[in-house]
């Protein structure tokens, strides 16, 4: 079982008891965002695992399903996928890093390229009155 099975088993438990999504939205307070990205299996959408359990404990009590089985059916799921790698976060957090220098320099680029216009005179200065 996978993250998009036990979501799957999710959604059909709250299908059989005849509850929405909005429902259960109301009442667990979650918004239907997180919950859709629950029932889907969408992990990457969803915060850390501390609230995904709190999730799932609300979720389960709102349709009826008791709540430690649920978390124990996804602590199952969680364990079977495999953390990355350290190699695989330390090339996204670097990637992250250049995408953030790339903006910081466009930015800083056209800042420079507005300020030489005004100084030589084709562009209105800001400040004159």
Known sequence: MDHVEFGKYLSQQ??????????????TKISPSL???????????????VFVVNYIRAYATVIGLA?????????E?????????????????????????AVLLVVALGVGAYVALVMTGKAPNPLAR
């Open 35 to 49: 919950i859709a990205a629950l029932e889907e299996g969408q992990m990457e959408r969803l915060p850390s695992r």
């Open 14 to 27: 709250r299908e059989l008891r005849g509850l929405s999504r909005d429902e259960v939205s109301q009442v």
């Open 77 to 101: 799921v969680d364990k079977a996928t495999p953390e990355p790698s350290p190699v695989v976060l330390e090339r996204e957090r670097r990637k992250r890093a250049w995408l953030a220098l």
């Open 67 to 75: 709540p430690e089985e649920a978390i124990l059916r996804y602590e």
